[in-house]
């Protein structure tokens, strides 16, 4: 890249050195608009956000009752679940025991 005198010289000389600056200090100011633009959207909507207010006492209280009661629930469906699994295993031992065994039929 030919850049100074030089780079002047290439052309013809005809670019005056003002205007070579004026276009360097145009191609900055894009450069700067094109980064910082992105960077005060991201300031400003953190900035915008509302403050996360602290829950209740009321509230936190309440949802340790639901997450017990929740708790208590799940235990009961367990055992009723198991209960149920018991009682088919009964069932299905009983159904085995009553029933003739095909050899003694004959």
């Given at each position: 890249m030919i850049t100074g005198a030089a780079g002047l010289a290439a052309f013809g000389g005809d670019i005056p050195p003002q205007?070579?600056?004026m276009?360097?200090?145009f191609f900055t100011t894009i450069a700067v608009i094109g980064l910082g633009i992105p960077l005060i959207r991201?300031?400003?909507k953190r900035w915008e956000r509302p403050?996360?207010?602290p829950t209740p006492p009321d509230v936190t209280a309440r949802l340790e009752r639901i997450e017990q009661a929740v708790e208590a629930?799940?235990?009961e469906v367990e055992?009723?679940?198991e209960a149920q699994r018991f009682s088919a295993k009964l069932i299905a031992e009983q159904q085995s025991r009553a029933l003739p065994k095909p050899?003694?039929?004959r």
């Open positions: 205007a070579v600056e276009a360097k200090m991201a300031f400003t403050a996360i207010t629930v799940a235990i055992r009723i679940a050899d003694s039929i």
